[in-house]
């Protein structure tokens, strides 16, 4: 991964980490993955709508 602290990633969870950032699901200015760090709900839900985006089930807001 392009992360800092790539080491820190558990054998098991390497493969998924690799996969969301090379699908642009982990975006942003981030140096560190923090793995043992908690998620924030912002963290979280910027992360699903990606994926939902990604596999075509997001739609417009109203007004949109």
Same mark, same amino acid.
């Given at each position: 991964?392009?992360?800092?602290?790539?080491?820190? @990633?558990?054998?098991?969870?390497?493969?998924?980490?690799?996969?969301?950032?090379?699908?642009?699901?982990?975006?942003? *200015?981030?140096?560190? !993955?923090? *793995?043992?760090? *908690?998620?924030?709900?912002?963290?979280?839900?910027?992360?699903?709508?990606?994926? !939902?985006?990604? @596999?075509? @089930?997001?739609? *417009?807001?109203?007004?949109?």
């Amino acid at each position: 991964t392009g992360f800092a602290d790539d080491q820190s @990633i558990s054998s098991w969870a390497r493969p998924y980490v690799v996969t969301a950032e090379a699908l642009g699901f982990l975006t942003g *200015p981030l140096e560190e !993955l923090e *793995p043992t760090a *908690p998620t924030t709900r912002e963290e979280a839900a910027a992360m699903l709508y990606r994926m !939902l985006d990604y @596999i075509g @089930i997001i739609f *417009p807001a109203a007004g949109e």
